[in-house]
Every structure is written in structure tokens, then in C-alpha cells.
């Protein structure tokens, strides 16, 4: 959420050297179209028709980031033969009962974005709401200028809708997994995947090979883009 393909642009660089990439837009985000409400059904089935148009479905291997990877978990369970591998960043495939996204959209649609004549305005504005400033470096790079006024790239309307759907997870048959290459990647300091979280990933996964980060957080494909690279390229070799 509040990211798009753009933010993996050096990793996707890098894996790009040995691997075709493409770098996905979700809807009501990057240059993706917006849509009234999101579910992780809808999500998978909008990358299932991109993955088809592209011819390959089935072949490719899919990695997502959090809820990327709720994205990315929903495609391989609903059709298991979907995908060749699947990369899953700290997120684990439950319901979240709390989370700080629905005040992260109340600040961002707080902003006075017509009185704000620049960035580090912005920014300044923002810093009260959230104080981490790769947060909110992260957070801003979805603004874009039209003519003299700054604009977002998000629906951020749309995604509040949502929320309720998105801190949920779709319901599959007990005995519905994905039985290809699986890797997640959590970073140490996040608490998105907890210990009583692994049996059901091995269940769902039987594949699945679960690798920490040592010092990374939530956002881990940031705080640590060389292992993340490092294990993504030795998944896709194997």
C-alpha cells in the first residue's frame, strides 16, 4: 500500500541483468487506473489478466511486498498453477486487526496540498502527523505536479473505502496450497509475520523457505535492498 513498482527500480535493475522483469502498478496506485474499492481477489485477478496478456502466465514468478504479497499469496492460491515461484516481503497471509494505514490516508488527505508551494513544504507539513522521515520521503514520492499545484498519484478516498478488506485475507479450503518455490522475506525489526503465523505459511506453502533480515523493517526491500536482491536472484535460480 502507497507504493508502486517504481520503488523497486534499483533491485529490479539489478535482477535484471540475469531475469526479465516487469514492474507492476496495482490499481489506485502509480499509473494504474483508480477503482471505487479494492479487494485482494479483484487485485489478483487484474495481475492474472496482465500476466495472460503477456503470455505468461503460469511461467512467471511473482514477488510482492506486503500487501503485494497478500496480492501474490490470493494468485497462487486461487490457481495454483498461476505462477512458477512466488516471492512474498513481510506480510503473512491473515487478517490484521489493527494497523496504522487508516491514519497515514487521514494525514495525507489532511495536507493543504493548494497552499503548499513545494516539497519541503510538504514534507514540513506532514512531519507532525508522521515523524519517521523515510516514511514520509516514501509517502511523498506519490505526489506529482499538474501545472502549479501538486497532486497524488494515489486514490487515497479509494483505499480508505477498502481498508477493511485489505487488513483481511480471502478465505481458501483447508486443504488448498501452492506447492511450487516459495520464499518470504521478513525483516527483523517488523512484527507483520509472528511465530504462530509460520505453521499456516508451511501449510498454505509447503515449499516455503522463510529468511529474517537482520535489521530491516517493515520495508525491508529498503533498509536492505543487497539481501533482498541476493535472495530474490537465488530463488529465481534454484
Excluded at 26 to 44: C, K, R
Excluded at 60 to 72: D, F, I, P, T
Excluded at 96 to 101: A, G, I
Excluded at 171 to 180: I, K, L, P, S
Aim: a negative charge; proline letters at 6%; hydrophobic letters at 45%.
Amino acid at each position: 500500500m502507497f507504493g508502486a513498482g517504481r520503488n523497486w527500480g534499483a533491485i529490479a535493475r539489478k535482477l535484471g541483468e540475469k531475469f526479465n522483469i516487469l514492474l507492476v502498478d496495482l490499481p489506485n496506485h502509480g499509473d494504474s487506473p483508480w477503482v471505487e474499492t479494492l479487494t485482494y481477489g479483484g487485485m489478483a485477478l487484474m495481475v492474472a489478466d496482465f500476466l495472460h496478456a503477456r503470455g505468461i502466465y503460469g511461467d512467471a514468478a511473482l514477488l510482492g511486498h506486503s500487501m503485494g504479497g497478500k496480492v501474490g499469496m490470493t494468485l497462487a492460491l486461487g490457481d495454483p498453477n498461476a505462477l512458477s515461484r512466488l516471492i512474498v516481503v513481510d506480510i503473512a497471509p491473515v487478517t490484521y486487526h489493527s494497523h496504522s494505514n487508516d491514519e497515514i490516508i487521514d494525514a495525507l488527505l489532511a495536507l493543504p496540498l493548494d497552499a503548499l508551494k513545494n516539497r519541503g513544504e510538504i514534507d514540513a507539513a506532514l512531519a507532525p502527523s508522521i515523524a519517521d522521515p523515510m516514511l514520509r520521503s516514501y509517502l511523498l514520492a506519490n505526489l506529482r505536479r499538474e501545472g502549479d499545484r501538486f497532486v497524488w498519484r494515489i486514490n487515497l478516498a479509494g483505499l480508505k473505502t477498502s481498508l477493511p478488506a485489505l487488513l483481511d485475507f480471502p478465505h481458501f479450503d483447508a486443504n488448498v496450497r501452492f506447492d511450487a518455490p516459495t520464499l518470504f522475506i521478513e525483516g527483523e525489526r517488523s512484527a507483520y509475520i509472528r511465530d504462530e503465523d509460520r505453521p499456516l505459511i508451511r501449510a498454505r506453502f509447503p515449499q516455503a523457505r522463510l529468511e529474517v533480515v537482520p535489521n530491516a523493517g517493515h520495508w525491508v526491500h529498503a533498509d536492505a535492498p543487497d539481501v533482498v536482491t541476493s535472495l530474490v536472484a537465488g530463488l529465481m535460480s534454484e
